[in-house]
Every structure is written in structure tokens, then in C-alpha cells.
């Protein structure tokens, strides 16, 4: 982590799980949040989704105002008015001169995404898939806020700030309250004069789903001059380019047109379309992330993953739930 990072220690409601990481790990088990926020710089906020607010606003509010620096888990909280509540807290920290929020949308980190976002592709089109074996982990809260709001975020990032222009969403309740299997289609558009949507736009189709048979996690998108496929998972891309195959698919086409090739089994299709992969970085994703939370810290800069990125996913979130007819967020 740089060197100049010391581990304090760790506060947890259950004592005894806060006594075994210390011991792993070193640094105090602290009998309470108060106690160890008065002798931290920053803190990773890992505590149910409904707590994030109780625990951010301790946070912001420790050493007589100057605040503590958080990286709060992924949702930033389980409401829009609570997320817009934690940015808001933040910013007026430190007597107005705020303290360094990051939102642990982690897959910013997976090194296939990170390999994607080197390529600087203009989607049109981005399909995610994000299913899994239920885990009972989570029963209570939706699938939407529970596994769709990764990919949720990383559409935000592709789609550069274009505003969202309508959500189409279908979501099914099997073994609970709330949806346990949702496909969403968010249309996302320029802006013209007067606030009416321009082309120029992309559409994403995202599926979530905790009741699959197995673990699928993938993304593709699709662009005017590139076509690509993450596998999250496998930590794995590749990459076609437009302008790598355009010359040989026009040549393959005039010899077809002029007879000079009669039988298309003739065509080596490895020849006309060229696939690469994308060269991926081997650095683990929760490491990344603290590095990167680390740094906005220490330079005052901005998080990769913001308090405002993180309310973007959770409005989009609550447009997606309310689409698909659930309570709204």
C-alpha cells in the first residue's frame, strides 16, 4: 500500500470476530466506532447496507468535525435519499472542506475492465449477464441492489454521462418479497436544446439473476469500430476491430461477386476476422481499489468511484425497481 499506511485496527459488532482479525492480522480490536475513529485517518465501512448511513455519518463527524475518510461498500446506501444525504455529509466535513468518500464498486478494478477502459470504445450497444446459484446471503434485498448494481455502474461509466431516457424492466419474485431475477433495457441519449433526447446514444441490456444453476458474470459491447467481450470472472477480453478487418472482408466479398471464390467453405474466417486479446494486468482487484482510495486521500483528488458515482448507480437502480413494479427505493 505505499509504505506509509499503518493497519489500527478493526471494530466489529461481534467481539469475538473483532478479537480474530486482530490477532491475523495485528493492530487494536476497539470496543467501539468513537474509540477507534478518534486515532484513524480513513476506514472501509463493510456493515449491512442499512447501516451505511448510521456508520458514515459517525465517520464524518469524528474529531470534533474534521472527519474520518471512508470507503463505504458497494451500494453507497440502500436509498437515494441516503446516498444524496452521505455526499452531502461529506462535502461539509472538515469545516467545509470535505473528506474522501469512495464506493466499492470493485469490478472498476477487474483487470479486464480495466484492459476495456484502455481502449476508449463509443458504445451503442452493451449486453451484461450477471447470474448465480442463490446464496442466501441476501434474500431480503432485491437482485437489482444485490448483484445487478455492479454492472449498473460500469454501463454508467461506458455510456461517458449521457443522460438515461427511459428504463424498460421485467423481474421475478420466487422466493421472497422482492425480485429474485430481473432483466433491464435502459436507453441512454444526447441531450438537445429544450432537454429532448438526440442520437448519438446506446442502449444496455443488463439480466441478474440468483436462482441460475451456475455462475455466469460477462459483459459485451458494442461500437462503431470495435466489438468486445469480458468474461468478469475468467478475468478475460477480447477485442475486434473494425479497421483490422474492413480490408480483408471487402476483398473476400469482390472475389465472391466476381466468382473467383464459389464455395464459401473456401474463406478461412480466421483470416477475414481478427480476434485479440486484451492484455490484462494480474493485480487483484480489492488490492487495486485500496490503493486507489489511498491515493485520492493523500492528494485530495477524486475517488474512481465517487459518493456522486455511487448515487448514479443507486438512482438508476431505483428507476430499474420501480420499472419492474417492486418498492420503491
Excluded: W
Excluded at 17 to 36: D, K, Q, T, W, Y
Excluded at 278 to 307: C, H, M, N, W, Y
Amino acid at each position: 500500500m505505499g509504505g506509509a499506511v499503518e493497519f489500527a485496527g478493526v471494530f466489529d459488532a461481534d467481539v469475538d470476530h473483532a478479537n480474530a482479525v486482530a490477532e491475523e492480522f495485528g493492530g487494536r480490536a476497539f470496543g467501539s466506532l468513537g474509540e477507534m475513529l478518534e486515532v484513524v485517518d480513513a476506514v472501509t465501512v463493510a456493515v449491512p447496507t442499512k447501516y451505511h448511513l448510521a456508520v458514515a455519518r459517525e465517520c464524518f463527524a469524528a474529531k470534533d468535525g474534521r472527519g474520518v475518510h471512508v470507503l463505504i461498500e458497494k451500494p453507497l446506501a440502500g436509498t437515494v435519499a441516503e446516498c444524496r444525504e452521505i455526499a452531502g455529509l461529506a462535502a461539509r466535513a472538515g469545516g467545509g472542506k470535505g473528506v474522501t468518500v469512495q464506493v466499492g464498486h470493485v469490478e472498476r478494478f477487474n483487470p479486464a475492465v480495466r484492459a476495456m477502459s484502455r481502449l476508449g470504445v463509443t458504445p451503442r450497444f452493451i449486453e451484461v449477464t450477471r447470474v448465480s446459484p442463490l446464496t442466501f446471503r441476501s434474500i431480503d434485498v432485491g437482485v437489482v441492489l444485490d448483484m445487478m448494481i455492479h454492472d449498473i455502474d460500469i454501463v454508467l461509466l461506458l455510456a461517458g454521462g449521457l443522460p438515461v431516457t427511459s428504463v424498460e424492466a421485467v423481474g421475478v419474485s420466487v422466493i421472497g418479497d422482492v425480485e429474485d431475477v430481473c432483466n433491464a433495457r435502459v436507453k441512454f441519449g444526447e441531450t438537445g436544446v429544450g432537454g429532448g433526447a438526440m442520437g448519438g446514444g446506446c442502449v444496455a441490456n443488463l439480466t441478474a439473476s440468483r436462482l441460475a444453476m451456475k455462475t455466469e458474470r460477462k459483459l459485451r459491447v458494442f461500437s462503431p469500430d470495435a466489438y468486445v467481450s469480458l468474461d468478469y470472472q475468467k478475468k478475460y477480453g477480447i477485442v475486434a476491430r473494425r479497421g483490422e478487418n474492413l480490408g480483408a472482408i471487402r476483398e473476400a466479398v469482390t472475389k465472391i461477386r466476381s466468382g473467383e471464390i464459389e464455395d464459401l467453405s473456401q474463406l478461412n474466417y480466421t483470416d477475414l476476422v481478427q480476434v485479440e486479446e486484451l492484455k490484462i494486468d494480474d493485480i487483484e482487484p480489492l488490492r487495486a481499489q485500496l490503493e486507489s482510495f489511498l491515493e485520492a486521500v493523500r492528494t485530495g483528488g477524486r475517488p474512481v468511484v465517487s459518493a456522486e458515482d455511487g448515487t448514479a448507480a443507486v438512482e438508476l437502480a431505483a428507476r430499474i425497481v420501480d420499472a419492474i413494479g417492486g418498492a420503491s427505493l
